[in-house]
Every structure is written in C-alpha cells, then in structure tokens.
C-alpha cells in the first residue's frame, strides 16, 4: 500500500495519534493475532457479548426501577393487581412492563440474556475443561473463569431477588434460611443482610447496590483480566496438521476474526432480542408481590440455581441440637445442600488443574490441547461431576417432572438419593469405557486404513474392502495424541527404590494415582491396541489365508 | 385363485386386514358391552320424584362402591351422607365421579354418557336428603364479572396457590396425588371445591372464606385464565424451569449453530 492513497483527514489523525501513543506498532502486532477456526472456540464469547447485553438493557432498567420496599398501593394499568398493597420495587417493575415503552422487552431481553451468560460460561468452561486447554501456562486464567461463574450466579441471585415478586421471594427466604443456618455467625450474617427480622426494608436496596455496581464491577475487571491473559498467552488449538506448541493456526485478527467476531455479536444480540420478543419470562404480574406467607407451588430459581434447590430437596431432615435443647442448632439439612455440592463443584474446578499436575508430574506448556478421549481419566470425571450436577438440576424440578410424568414426586426424591451418590459413578466406568473404545478406532484407523467401500476379489475367490490410508488432516489430527504423562518411578514395572517425593504413605498414594491415572492406555502404533497383533487386511488390502475380514 | 394371492400380496392388504380386524373388534364390543344408556336415559326422561329417581341412579352407578345406602363400603369409598349436593355436582359433572379405576386420586375425565343437568340434580337431591350438607351455589354467586379481581387475586395467593400454582397450572402432591389445573374447571365447580374440599383440598367453609370472597377470587381465576400474554409463548406458565430449558435448548442451539456456521467458511487465499 502506498501512502499516496490515504486521504489526508485520515493519515493526519493516524499519524497524530501514532506518534503520540504509539499506536501504529500496537496495532501491527496485535491486528495480526491469530485466532483458531473451531466452532467450539466461539462458545466462550457467548458469555462476553451477553455480558455487553445484560450491560446495555441493564442501564436501561435502571431508569425506572426503585429500589425500595416502601410500601405503595399499586395505581398502574394492570387490572388484577390495582388497589393491591406492595413494596415500591415490585410497581415499578410493573410500571417498567406495562406502562414504560419497550420496557417489558428490555426486562425479558435483560432475563434472557442473563440465563444465557451463565450457559456460555458453563459450555465454554466444558470446551476448556475436556480439552485440558486449562493446563499450563493457563491456571490462573482458568481460576479467574471459576471467579466469574461464581460471580454470575450471586449476579442472578441478587437480580432476581429486585422485582421483589412472589417467586423471587421463596428464593430470597431460601437465601436467608442459609444465611441464619450458618453456624455461630449465622444470625449475625443475616441480621446485617436483611437490617433486621426478614424481610425488613433493606435487602432489597443492598442487592441493588450489589447488582449494579460491585458485582458487575468485578465481573468486568475479572472480564478484562480474563481477555488479556488469553491475548497474551494466545490460543490453544486443536491438534492437527502443522499445529505445533509453538505456532496457532488460524484467521488473523484483522480483518477476518474481527469480522466473525463482529458477525457473532450480531448473532448472539439477535438471539437474545429473538427470545425477549417471542418467549415471555418471568412474567412476575402473575406471580403477585412478594408476601412472606406465600408461596406457589412449582417455585424454582432460575436454571443455574436449580442444582442447589435439587440439593435441599433431596436432603433428608437432619438436625443436630448442641448441648441440648439451650444450646445450639446445627441444621444439617439446610447446611449440607446450601454448601457441599457448590462445594465439591466449585473447589473441585479450580483445584483440577494443581491436582492434575501434581499427580502426572507434567510442568510442561501445552498449546495444542487434548481430545477429549485421549485422557480418559479426565474425560471420565469431568463426565462424573456433569452426572452428579445433573441429577441435581432435575431433582431442582421434581414437582415439575412428577407433574408431568405422573410418578410419586415421593418416589422421584427416593430415587434421586440413590441416584446422585450411584449415577456418577455409573457415568465414570461408561465413559472411561467409551473414550478407550475409541482410542482403539483411533488406532485402528492409522494401523489399517478406512473402509474404501471397493470390495476386491482376490484370484482365489475371497472377498476384501479394501483400506486407504486416513485424509492427512485426519491422521495428523489423531497423531496428535499424546500420553498422558506419568510420574518417573510410579510405573508398577518400576524396580527399586522410588524417588524421594514418592515415600510415605502420600507419596505412594501419588504414585498409585499417577500410574492409573497416565500412560498410554491404547497405543496409536500397536496394531489394533487390542491385543491381537498385525492383521492382514492393513493399508492395502492384501489378504491371502483364511482370517476373514472384519473390519 | 391367482387373482386372490395377488390381492393378498398387494401392499395395501395388511392394512385393510387390519382395519378389518379393528372395525371387527370394536362392533362386538359395542355389542357385548353393558347397554345401560338406554335404561339411563329413560330413567332421566321420567318426571318423577327427583330424591326417588335419584336414588335409583345412585343404586345403579355409584353404590357399589358407595353402599346401596350411601353407607361407604370399607377399602373402596366413603359414606356419603352430609357431603351435599354440592360434592355430587362437583364430582360427577367434572367426571371425577363414577371413578373409572382407583388411583391415588380420581382425575377429572369426560362425564360418564348418562351425565346430564337432570340427572346431576336427582343424584344431588337423594344425597342432600340423606343428611344435609352444602348445596349448589346459585349463578350469581358464582358470577365472575361481578367480583373484584384483585381482591380474588390476594385472597387466590394466599389460600391457593401452594397446590395450584401461581395461576392455576396445577402442581404435583406427595404420594402420587396433586391438584388439578383450574383451566378447565367451571366457575361453579371452582365454587363447589371450595365449599366441600374434594381429594386432597381441604374445606373453605362460608366463615374463613365469605361466599363474595369466593366469587372474587373465581374472577381472578377465570380473568387470568383468560389473559393472553404480554411478553409472548407463555412457556405453560409454570416458571423457570420451562425458562431454563429454552435458554439451552432454543439460546444456545441456535448460538451453536450460528458458530459453527460462522467458523465453516474458510477463508480465501488471496
């Protein structure tokens, strides 16, 4: 490009700000960043640009929402509530529905908006966490992306907890019974919560403040973080041709990914105004205002609070009384459910990627990830915690699903004890099974070929398909397969003394795991993997004596 | 004899055998099967005394599980004396009654054929003879656009929605039972359920629950029943989970979609 073409307004500002910012030398190196071509890369911007959604009919909300548990009489335009006590909060999202212009759309594009930045965080995070893209040097970004699903949700709790309706109040009581169940500071917490005896006059203000200001806050902070450090550390890629630890394959920034980037947002905004415009959500003038004698049945949170709400229903009705009956209650029926299943999953995410090292001994940087299957282990348990999570969710809905099947809704939560302690072990065997059943296909493929479907006749009568040789990019994708590291010296076969990290009891333990845990489970090279050496029918297709062909 | 193993094999033959077959079957039962309709209807054509005639019918369909003097039969039904007339119209217009086969709860189904206004009035008449109990409300207690909608609607919240859900969808209960969504139910069935508490619902009587309170809080009913819906699909009214489920299922497929899509077009070398 010769600079003869460039106008002059646009070369006088760009040579402007070049020399005073520096900007020229940044843009060349940062427009030329590559991003990968997979789909699947796309699912983590989702959650970005519902975010920039959730932000814009956010401010719009704002306008005409009050944030106060005044007592009004409702004088709007909706029928059946008119002349009905409630807080000021509820008639003004009333007001926002049906007396301000556009701005029943604006709250259900907000609410819908906001159920999809928690599920593109949760499909992304799965992207991340199958393909083992989380390992090093992408610890720290994985734990900002496990702060920011734990943000998300004390987002939407504080957000749907505002029009102050009945259904978002059985989620506030829930919260406060949490709250008070803490032990010792339990009652404390909640007094300093709610400025009093539930509900009080507060709460409602103080989620607000936290709503708009503090948690989205640092959810743009932890956003911003989270894009840098991936722009820094550049992409991981799927394995494939010409995809090395030392290069990305992909579009440049400019102009291509900034186009499909562009295009996405277009996508992701037209979804979200699609669902705002067709599908109503939380239509809280049926739900009436908040009183806390009420309750409907069929109360749920939204989706991603629905594993927790699973948990207490699920819950048996433990109590433990302390010193008597003076002394004090520990209610393990509101504690257990509110706190170990966010537990297990939560600490389980972010502790993932320090236990996996730790046990394999890999100090290695990855940049080309894993196929889900080439990992078993980790496919497996990943499995496992979606199944247990899962099962959560839908116990989340048991009233719902006995409704609608017509079974006991008793039976629905006998059957969900036994499933959620049995189910994921279930899932771990079956998917470990699977991921090693096609490692062997994997194996067969590059040992034998694929099905041609030209069937051969030999001089002698037999029948043969004959096998060619995978597409390059296929086989290089496969190729990419790499062992799961293991420790040096935890191997079974290992002779002699181990290393000095692996005595004691916990370092055996470690080295135990470590020896399950890597290693090649179905060699790429070894014939069929499965034991019975080198077939006839290979590549080519040359067969001759009396094995049949099976594949 | 060629012609006929052609027909036999024509591709359309199974189908007619079976059609055949079918038509076969269903002519025999309506054949074989009790024919008490006739026999009903001239009971109901009659303009004899209704607690006479009433009884007559309650000895035909309803005591064997009742009693032949509406005593209840242990393991099978209750006595029915005091329930009211209220309860029989309640019961048998909503088809609830005669149950077809017990369940954890009789479900509201198509009224039996000898179901009419005539003979809802005999049965209801035998069974307020036998010991009193509420009576059928007149139409204007039961007259939606003469109550107060939102007053219905406080008084709906606070004594109804714990079983029927926030606007009538209906909800499940333990052990199998659940209440029934108040969609199909008329205002003067809604009023009966409230007055003689059927199944699991338990009794609002005249002192907790005035009858004006009643008929406002079967115009809030039967006025959001009827209410279309401001922000579009109303997704079955039942809250977030039918929510949750379009988000991941309808939001995140097309998203999906649209990326991969996206991502599919290689870029030109230039």
């Known amino acids: ?551 | 004899m060629n012609r006929i193993t052609a027909g036999r094999r024509h591709p359309l033959a199974r189908y007619a055998v079976l059609l055949l077959a079918l038509g076969l079957l269903g002519f025999t039962y309506t054949l074989a099967a009790p024919t008490s309709e006739r026999a009903d209807a001239a009971i109901a054509s009659g303009k004899a005394d209704d607690v006479a005639e009433g009884k007559k019918l309650f000895e035909q369909s309803c005591s064997s599980c009742h009693g032949l003097n509406a005593e209840g039969v242990e393991d099978r039904g209750p006595g029915l004396v005091g329930v009211g007339a209220a309860s029989v119209d309640f019961q048998v217009s909503s088809g609830r009654m005669p149950l077809s086969n017990p369940g954890a709860q009789a479900p509201r189904k198509q009224p039996a054929p000898w179901v009419n206004d005539d003979t809802v009035r005999q049965l209801a008449a035998y069974i307020q003879s036998l010991g009193g109990g509420p009576t059928i409300p007149t139409a204007e207690q039961v007259d939606a656009s003469k109550g107060d909608k939102a007053k219905g609607g406080e008084l709906f919240r606070a004594n109804c929605i714990q079983c029927h859900n926030f606007t009538g969808e209906g909800g499940a209960l333990t052990q199998g039972k659940y209440a029934p969504p108040l969609y199909p139910a008329s205002e003067r069935q809604i009023y009966e359920a409230m007055i003689t508490g059927p199944q699991a619902m338990p009794v609002f009587n005249d002192s907790i629950i005035t009858p004006e309170q009643k008929r406002d809080m079967i115009a809030y009913i039967v006025g959001v029943r009827e209410q279309k819906d401001p922000g579009g699909a109303d997704l079955g009214r039942i809250g977030p989970v039918t929510e949750g489920l379009v988000a991941w299922i309808v939001g995140l497929s097309l998203l999906s979609l649209a990326a991969i899509w996206i991502t599919a077009k290689r870029r030109q070398a230039q």
Not at chain 1, 230 to 242: A, E, I, S
Not at chain 1, 453 to 458: A, C, Q
Not at chain 1, 486 to 510: E, M, Q, Y
């Open chain 1, 1 to 551: 490009m010769s600079t003869g073409t460039v106008p002059k307004p646009i070369a006088g500002t760009s040579s402007f700000l070049d020399d005073r910012l520096g900007a020229g030398n940044f843009m060349r190196r940062n427009l030329r960043k590559v991003f990968p071509d997979h789909w699947s890369f796309l699912l983590g911007e989702i959650a970005l640009y519902s975010f920039i959604v959730l932000l814009l009919t956010g401010t719009f909300l704002t306008f005409f929402f009050k944030p106060s548990m005044e007592h009004v009489i409702y004088e709007g335009s909706y029928a059946p509530l008119q002349g009905i006590g409630m807080s000021a909060a509820y008639a003004s999202t009333l007001e926002i529905s049906f007396d301000v212009r556009g701005g029943l759309l604006m709250r259900q594009m907000h609410h819908w908006a906001a159920l999809l930045f928690v599920a593109g965080m949760m499909v992304h995070m799965l992207r991340v966490f199958f393909t083992g893209a989380y390992r090093k040097p992408r610890e720290l970004n994985w734990l900002i992306g496990v702060g920011l699903l734990t943000l998300a949700l004390l987002e939407g709790l504080t957000g749907y907890s505002l029009p102050d309706d009945l259904l978002s109040g059985a989620g506030l009581r829930i919260t406060e019974g949490v709250a008070i169940s803490l032990p010792l500071v339990g009652t404390w917490i909640t007094f300093f919560l709610f400025g009093g005896e539930y509900p009080g006059e507060d709460v409602i203000s103080r989620f607000y403040s936290l709503h708009i200001l503090l948690i989205p806050g640092i959810l743009l902070g932890l956003i911003s973080a989270h894009m840098i450090l991936m722009w820094v550390q550049k992409h991981t890629q799927m394995p494939g041709k010409g995809r090395t630890n030392k290069n990305v394959v992909g579009a440049p920034f400019y102009p291509a990914f900034m186009a499909k980037a562009g295009a996405y947002f277009m996508f992701t905004f037209g979804v979200i105004a699609l669902l705002g415009t067709f599908a109503q959500i939380n239509p809280i003038w049926l739900f009436g205002p908040y009183t806390p004698a009420d309750i409907s049945a069929g109360s749920q949170p939204d989706f991603y609070m629905g594993f927790l709400e699973g948990a207490l229903r699920l819950m048996p009705s433990w109590e433990v009384n302390l010193f008597g009956q003076g002394g004090g209650t520990l209610p393990l029926s509101v504690l257990i459910p509110a706190l170990v299943p966010m537990g297990i999953i939560m600490t389980g995410l972010a502790v993932y990627p320090f236990a996996e090292r730790w046990i394999t001994g890999d100090n290695r940087e990855h940049h080309v990830v894993d196929r889900p299957r080439n990992n078993p282990h980790r496919t497996a348990i990943g499995i496992s915690a979606m199944t247990f999570y899962g099962v959560l969710w839908l116990l989340g809905a048991n009233d719902e699903l006995s409704w609608v099947l017509h079974v006991s809704l008793n039976w629905t939560t006998y059957v969900g004890r036994v499933l959620v302690f049995v189910a994921p072990v279930i899932a771990y065997v079956v998917t470990y099974r699977i991921c090693l059943g096609l490692q062997r296909k994997d194996a067969a493929i590059i040992g034998h070929g694929v099905e041609s479907g030209v069937i051969k006749r030999l001089p002698h009568g037999e029948y043969i398909e004959v096998h060619v040789p995978p597409a390059q990019d296929i086989e290089a994708h496969m190729r990419g397969k790499e062992a799961v590291p293991t420790l040096p010296g935890a191997g079974n076969g290992s002779d002699g003394v181990p290393p000095k990290a692996l005595r004691g009891p916990i370092g055996r333990l470690r080295a135990k795991m470590s020896a399950a845990y890597g290693g090649e489970k179905i060699p790429l090279d070894d014939g069929h993997g499965d034991g019975h050496g080198h077939d006839d029918h290979a590549a080519v297709g040359a067969g001759g004596d009396d094995k049949p062909a099976v594949h």
